[in-house]
T-cell receptor, first 118, second 112 residues
Framework: QVQLQESGPGLVKPSETLSLTCTVS????????WNWIRQSPGKGLEWIGY???????NYNPSLKSRVTILLDTSKNQFSLKLSSVTAADTAVYYC????????????WGKGATITVSS | QSVLTQPPSVSGAPGQRVTISCTGS?????????VFWYQQLPGTAPKLLIY???NRPSGVPDRFSGSKSGTSASLAISGLQAEDEADYYC????????????FGGGTKLTVL
């Protein structure tokens, strides 16, 4: 079955760019919508955005100016870049899949903890 | 402040039935977008529990059921078990946010 695995640096300095990669195994990335979601400590879930296998994207308006999601079909990976981070961006970041535009998130990664601190 | 409103906590004894509400507005749940429910066990990633308002993915026990009417949706859990203790989140989409996926603030279910 399809599995997702996030990877990233763990610690990012304020004002720098957070970079995370999600590796898709057990299936092709060349269908579906590939999402990023985050969860701040003790808080709820916040959708960051998605990329479709065609390369089209949709971002949360509250983060849109700082977010870029890219796809690398040759590596079966997609990535998240969040610029100008602050302590408020400290969170567990999840990657997840959905089958079509308004579908549920049916496969999730285990999450990557990102701390923003100097 | 979450776009969708859920009670912060609910509780019930083993074997009982509990419901968790999710209230939105005319730009999300009231606009005809489906509602989804996720279960998040402590220290784990969320898991899709209900899709399309009332459908269960394969492997989800029929003790879990979902419904939607107007701007509100509900998740019902019958025959409560200790393993159901978790956080539950509803999710829909919002036309006023460019079709963004929006979540409720989450409800902590405690099995007494």
């Amino acid at each position: 079955q399809v599995q997702l695995q996030e990877s990233g640096p763990g610690l990012v300095k304020p004002s720098e760019t957070l970079s995370l990669t999600c590796t898709v195994s057990g299936g092709s990335i060349s269908t579906y919508y590939w999402n990023w979601i985050r969860q701040s400590p003790g808080k709820g879930l916040e959708w960051i955005g998605y990329i479709y296998y065609s390369g089209s994207t949709n971002y949360n308006p509250s983060l849109k100016s700082r977010v870029t999601i890219l796809l690398d079909t040759s590596k079966n990976q997609f990535s998240l870049k969040l610029s100008s981070v602050t302590a408020a961006d400290t969170a567990v970041y999840y990657c997840a899949r959905c089958a079509y535009t308004y579908a549920g998130l049916d496969v999730w990664g285990k999450g990557a903890t990102i701390t923003v601190s100097s | 402040q979450s776009v969708l409103t859920q009670p912060p906590s609910v509780s019930g004894a083993p074997g009982q039935r509990v419901t968790i509400s999710c209230t939105g507005s005319s730009s999300n749940t009231g606009a005809g977008y489906d509602v989804f429910w996720y279960q998040q066990l402590p220290g784990t990633a969320p898991k899709l529990l209900i899709y399309g308002n009332s459908n269960r993915p394969s492997g989800v026990p029929d003790r879990f059921s979902g419904s939607k009417s107007g701007t509100s949706a509900s998740l019902a859990i019958s025959g409560l078990q200790a393993e159901d203790e978790a956080d539950y989140y509803c999710q829909s989409y919002d036309s006023s946010l460019s079709g963004s996926r929006v979540f409720g603030g989450g409800t902590k279910l405690t099995v007494l």
